[in-house]
């Protein structure tokens, strides 16, 4: 059984499990909670619960684990959709509307946005989905004792990883880069970065859209730089293949425990991980992903959406309530959160890294989304499918010594096939 499988039974038996509790708290005659499944688990799920327990009325919060969309689909199926769910991929929000699964919302007078996430959550000129929590996709960490000038441009990050992975081959020193690269989604992280910063204006839309060609040349583009770095002799703690079988977790350990790699391109939830198992007093600090210009490129950013089931008016209201910047103080006070909400004030941050990137979401001068979370269908990918797998494929081949130009051939004909099978894009 495959892994993408056995995640799947896992949602499959325990939407069972959450739907056979549900129809058990219908027979009591006190009115049922609010019913809330998140993706979140462990320190996130304990936040989230301490913010709707600032909520009016009962509210039940179930984890539905990383495949929610597999979840989702069998609690629909059995007729036991919760009232609400938060949901880590746009696409999935516009996918269930029109599926006639959710009902309209509308938001709270304070929710605002910044560019380019405000229509994301939209079907045929309606809203079912509002932003609930925000992801900085744009960011590398470091130690500064480990590297004290970071790069600014992408030329001087490639000049760097040569020059440190040199040195790592000797055994002289850390690798220069750790990469989760068993986590496909890390790996169209930096393809998206990438493509932002080399795409000419409204491409990037286009393919979000399904109106590019995923075999142009701003994709060509993206991928010849990525091989530029990636196939490096020496970039990563041993060697690329050990890097495929490197989960995103143990990535960020190699930086922060183990001192196995200089630096660690992911989200700002990197200190989510990184304060568990950081050895020593020296906190680890970030620098913006390097583009042609010393300004950098687009902003990358993620988040997740909170949506209500039809037929559940609690539900909106719920949601209403979620969309108010102010209903996340707790996670806010708490440390390890981004609101999607720039009305929110910066000195409501207690946590310093995520002020500053709170401030970048107000000043950036492009932002663009998480290009594979808007993707239809399959070709957005999961573990083993889809833009993940493509990524994972194009990796393998650049760390095996394929060349750039062979690998990006392959890598775009996949893609441009993929995006043919899901209706997106040719």
């Keep these: 059984m495959t892994p993408a499988v056995r ?57 539905a684990g990383n495949d929610i969309d597999a979840f989702l689909r069998a609690r629909q199926l059995a007729g036991t959709s919760p009232d609400v769910a938060i ?22 007078a304070s929710y605002a946005l910044p560019p380019n996430m405000t229509d994301l959550l939209s079907a045929d000129g309606r809203r079912y989905g509002v932003w609930v929590k925000a992801a900085h996709k744009s960011l590398f960490w470091y130690f500064p004792s480990m590297l004290p000038e970071p790069p600014r441009t992408w030329d001087q990050l490639v ?27 890390v790996l169209t992280d930096w393809f998206e970065n990438v493509l932002a910063d080399v795409a000419p204006p409204g491409f990037y839309e286009a393919l ?23 196939s490096v002799d020496g970039a990563f703690p041993g060697g ?25 391109f992911e989200a700002d939830f990197v200190d989510d991980v990184g304060r568990r198992f950081r050895r020593g007093p020296e906190r680890p600090e970030t620098f913006r992903f390097p583009g042609a210009r010393v300004a950098g490129g687009p902003l990358v950013v993620g988040g997740d959406a909170a949506v209500a089931f039809a037929g559940s008016a609690r539900g909106a209201e719920l949601v209403r309530w979620l969309s108010d910047g102010s209903a ?8 390890g959160y981004l609101s999607p909400n720039v009305s929110v004030p910066l000195a409501d941050y207690h946590d310093p890294v995520r002020r500053r990137l709170a401030a970048e979401l107000r000043t950036a001068e492009a932002v663009r989304f998480d290009l594979s979370d808007r993707l239809p269908g399959p070709f957005t990918g999961s573990d083993g499918v889809g833009i993940w797998r493509i990524m994972q494929d194009f990796f393998a081949d650049v760390t095996d010594g394929v060349a750039a130009g062979e690998a990006a051939r392959r890598a775009t004909g996949q893609l441009a096939t993929a995006a043919r099978s899901a209706g997106s894009g040719r």
Excluded: K, N
């Design 159 to 185: 000049r760097l990883t040569r020059r440190l992975g040199a040195r790592a081959r000797t055994g002289d020193g850390p690798a220069p880069l750790a990469v989760g690269a068993a986590d496909g989604w």
């Design 87 to 108: 949901l880590p991929r746009s696409g999935l929000v516009v996918e269930y509307a029109r599926r006639g699964w959710l009902r309209e919302l509308t938001p709270a």
């Design 328 to 335: 996340f103080q707790p996670w806010l006070r708490a440390g």
């Design 240 to 264: 690329g293949r050990r890097a495929l079988l490197t989960q995103y977790e143990e990535s960020v350990i190699q930086l922060v425990h183990h001192r196995r790699a200089t630096m660690l």
């Design 7 to 63: 995640l799947r039974r896992r949602a499959l038996l325990r939407a069972a499990a959450t739907a056979g509790a549900t129809a058990l708290a219908g027979c009591s005659r006190a009115e049922p909670s609010v019913q809330v499944a998140v993706v979140w688990s462990g320190g996130e799920l304990a936040r989230f619960r301490e913010v709707v327990a600032g909520y009016g009325g009962g509210v039940q919060v179930i984890s």
């Design 208 to 230: 979000a859209h399904g109106e590019a060609d995923w075999r142009a040349r701003p994709v060509h583009a993206a991928l010849d730089r990525l091989a530029e770095l990636w």
